[in-house]
């Protein structure tokens, strides 16, 4: 059961006056004719995780979707990673869940971080993330755009490693590399080797070290002053639990008399979904409950429109030092203000300061008399 | 006839004793010894920042040792080596633990085990140079090399990480290794089954070669042969006590359970601690002298060019060598002096023959002022000769004027008194 809240409050009830209903125009059905047509058309989403080998990263995948993508993975040795390059391996799967069609694609970034040397071991998925925009772009501008395919990056979850004391300098430079491209959902793996207090001081740890290099990670968007108090009580919960300290799972065990995903110790049972064991549960809500959609638009309206207006400042410079290029792609030539009017503005800013000082000086001035 | 070395050919012979003779104390005798003596034991941890390092140490030894926390953000990596002065009973141990900080935390990591190659070598190195001495006091010196080192690998539940695998190659013939799964609460059982056969094939694999507890010696070889079956150790470690049931434990407390440190059903820090400390730390003290430091001797001595044995295979007295790179140095010593002098001499030559050269220049100088003093003077003669002429000349005429002028006015004179 979808705990979309919001959604429900905004179904129109239908009231016992038949005063309303006489005024009653019908466009409050509109939210059921979106529903409709989305089932219709299917989502689509794609999820991208990172981080070094042996983080837990396809076991928690397959937790979140309660699936088995993994199959036949095959793992390198430590020979073999010396000197291993990062790959970009794509899963798609089709899933569906009471009429609802998902188009989920898992990009696996093998190689990351396992290599000896790791000199920017993150420009392949950089690159990987530019490629997509780049096609994006393209088939946008392009003329017959019925059947345009989104393959860009909605969300990537990022794994840091429990073992230390907070950021490494690989975890830092991937995040500052990545953040303005996609958006960043950093996550503390394998949890379960943390006692409580431990989880909390390397969490305060972490969002201090985001604060200060300046990382961008994704920011749950502030929820609306007329949602109820137990919306935003939650809310609030969610965004003071980042980074959510994350545990998964492929195996089913018994635990309080339920079957449950979970990790079997001789000192005790692991449950995934149990929220005072670690943050899973949160992470699943966030991610496919409720911010779905909000990463998708994120990503369309910020990260994506930075990267289009980016690449087309680089093709108009180019076309003003050549005027013979005609531009390849239907845009809207930027008007550039010319030289005078912008002359007239620096103009008429310097006038306005000098005013405002003046000002300032005759309001010290009265100051100063009436003392 | 005898052999260069002197020994007689016989053969030995077991004799029967018809008493109790007492040399059964010499056992005794050795340990009394060593204990008034006491014992050095050093300790290298090698791990990532945070994998537990300091935690683990504090756990095997029950104190705890003063240390700050690391920086993920070192430039490189860096040995710390702390000493401590430990006692359990009547037995003194000296312990050193050296730490290597900020290793795996750079993006680079092609360096990393550099520091800790160059830190096993120097401490070979300063004991290689007090047994060279002259006046050496071996008894009293501070052995302070490394004995044994944890190699601290992270439970990823995979294999070993690339880092793991060059650094270890790198320090197997240098220092007995002993490699523990760090963390290992979250590692489930099965997984740490695959686990360590993982890393252990992947060792053999690669000619990794770790420390074998030794089974030669029939009191322990049991309890070692079985203990090498577990390795890796999976290791947890923990200072904090918790109540389990009615006694006090040294424990990691989760919403999900207790994990016991001495709980050998839970991990294996009995069994590391057992073979680390409680069986063999002599042995490890043994094979560090016996093995990786004779290994480093023979070859730094060879590098110095000493063999064994000369261009005839004869066995070289050490005392030969010694004269031959005596000589050798003496040699050199006196070419060096031939050539400071050599220089002297040329430095001597040159400044001779520039003040040889100044002084010409010099007189030179000299010889030219005179000639234009010679001239200047000649020129003033002339002058003062026209000058005088001149003079002669205006009084002739002077007088010439004067006679005239007198006999003049005289004819006036005279006609007036008329």
């Known amino acids: 059961m979808t705990s979309n809240i919001r959604y429900k409050s905004r179904i129109p009830v239908k009231t016992e006056d038949s005063m309303e209903e006489k005024q009653y125009v019908g466009f409050a059905t509109l939210p059921n004719q979106v529903h409709r047509k989305s089932v219709k058309k299917g989502f ?328 | 006839k005898l052999n260069a070395v002197g020994r007689a050919n016989e053969e030995k012979r077991n004799l029967s004793l018809g008493g109790h003779v007492g040399f059964d104390s010499l056992p005794d005798q050795l340990v009394s010894k060593s204990v008034t003596q006491g014992f050095c034991f050093n300790i290298l941890c090698v791990g990532e920042t945070g994998i537990g390092k300091s935690t683990l140490m504090n756990t095997l030894f029950n104190t705890m ?108 013939s240098k220092v007995s290794i002993i490699p523990i799964i760090a963390k290992a609460d979250t590692v489930s059982k099965s997984e740490l089954h695959k686990f360590k056969i993982k890393i252990m094939s992947e060792l053999v694999s690669n000619g990794v070669q770790i420390y074998q507890f030794p089974t030669d010696d029939e009191a322990v070889s049991e309890i070692n042969a079985s203990m090498n079956a577990h390795l890796p150790f999976a290791v947890v470690g923990s200072v904090e006590e918790v109540k389990v049931g009615n006694k006090t434990v040294r424990a990691r407390q989760y919403p999900w359970g207790v994990v016991q440190v001495e709980n050998e059903s839970h991990c294996d820090f009995v069994k590391l601690r057992e073979m680390l400390i409680r069986v063999n730390m002599e042995d490890l003290r043994e094979q560090t002298h016996a093995r990786h430091y004779e290994l480093y001797r023979r070859c730094k001595l060879e590098e110095m060019g000493f063999k064994d044995t000369d261009p005839d295979s004869q066995p070289f007295s050490l005392q030969e060598t010694y004269e031959a790179k005596r000589k050798e140095f003496l040699g050199d010593l006196q070419r060096k002096e031939e050539e400071m002098r050599q220089m002297f001499v040329n430095k001597v030559k040159e400044t001779e023959a520039e003040l040889k050269e100044k002084e010409r220049e010099l007189h030179e100088k000299f010889e030219q002022l005179k000639r234009m003093h010679q001239e200047e003077k000649r020129k003033v003669e002339e002058k003062r000769r026209d000058l005088e002429e001149e003079m002669n000349a205006f009084n002739r005429k002077k007088m010439a004027v004067e006679t005239l002028s007198l006999s003049q006015p005289l004819k006036k004179d005279k006609d007036k008194k008329k």
């Open chain 1, 44 to 371: 689509d989403f794609t999820l991208m995780v990172a981080g070094e080998s042996g983080m837990g990263k396809s076991t928690l995948v397959n937790s979140l979707f309660l699936t088995d993508l993994y199959k036949d993975r095959k793992l390198l040795n430590a020979e073999e990673r010396i000197n291993q390059t990062v790959e970009i391996i794509k899963h798609t799967v089709d899933i569906e869940e009471k009429g609802v069609k998902l188009k989920l694609t898992i990009v696996d970034t093998p190689g990351f971080g396992d290599a000896v040397n790791n000199n920017e071991c993150w420009k392949p998925i950089t690159d990987y993330i530019d490629q997509q925009f780049e096609q994006y772009f393209r088939d946008e501008s392009g003329l017959n755009r019925k059947n345009i395919q989104d393959n860009r990056v909605h969300c990537c979850l990022y794994f840091i490693p429990p073992f230390g004391h907070g950021l490494r300098p690989v975890d830092v430079e991937f995040m500052k590399a990545l953040h303005e491209k996609v958006n960043i959902i950093p996550l503390i793996a394998k949890a379960d080797c943390l006692t409580p207090n431990e989880i909390k001081k390397l969490k305060d740890r972490v969002r201090e070290e985001i604060d200060k290099f300046g990382i961008k990670v994704y920011q749950f968007p502030e929820c609306d002053s007329d949602e109820d108090e137990e919306f935003k009580q939650l809310d609030k919960e969610l965004k003071e639990c980042t980074p959510f300290a994350v545990i998964g799972s492929n195996t089913v065990v018994e635990a309080r008399g339920q079957r449950v995903r979970g990790r079997l110790y001789p000192w005790g049972i692991v449950e995934v979904e149990n929220q005072s064991h670690c943050d899973f549960v949160k992470l699943r809500n966030m991610l496919i409950r409720s911010h779905m959609h909000d990463l998708k638009d994120v990503t369309c309206d910020v990260h994506y429109e930075n990267y289009r207006a980016q690449c087309i400042q680089e093709m108009t410079s180019k076309l003003a030092q050549d005027n013979r290029m005609e531009s390849p792609i239907p845009i809207l030539p930027l008007s550039t203000p010319d030289v005078d009017t912008e002359k007239l503005i620096k103009m008429k800013d310097e006038e306005l300061k000098r005013m405002q000082e003046m000002l300032n000086k005759m309001q010290q001035q009265m100051h100063d008399k009436d003392q």
């Open chain 2, 65 to 172: 040792f003063e240390n700050e926390e690391a920086s993920h953000y070192q430039n490189g990596v860096y040995l710390r080596p702390r000493t401590y002065d430990l006692q359990e009973s009547n037995v003194h141990l000296k312990l050193t633990i050296v730490d290597t900080v900020g290793f795996g935390d750079q993006i680079n990591k092609e360096d990393s085990y550099k520091p800790i190659v160059d830190y096993i070598d120097t401490q070979f190195e300063n004991y290689l140079q007090e047994e060279l001495k002259i006046k050496r006091s071996l008894f009293n010196y501070h052995d302070t090399r490394i004995h044994i080192c944890l190699y601290f690998i992270a439970p990823t539940g995979h294999s070993l990480k690339s880092l793991d695998l060059v650094t270890m190659k790198k320090l197997d």
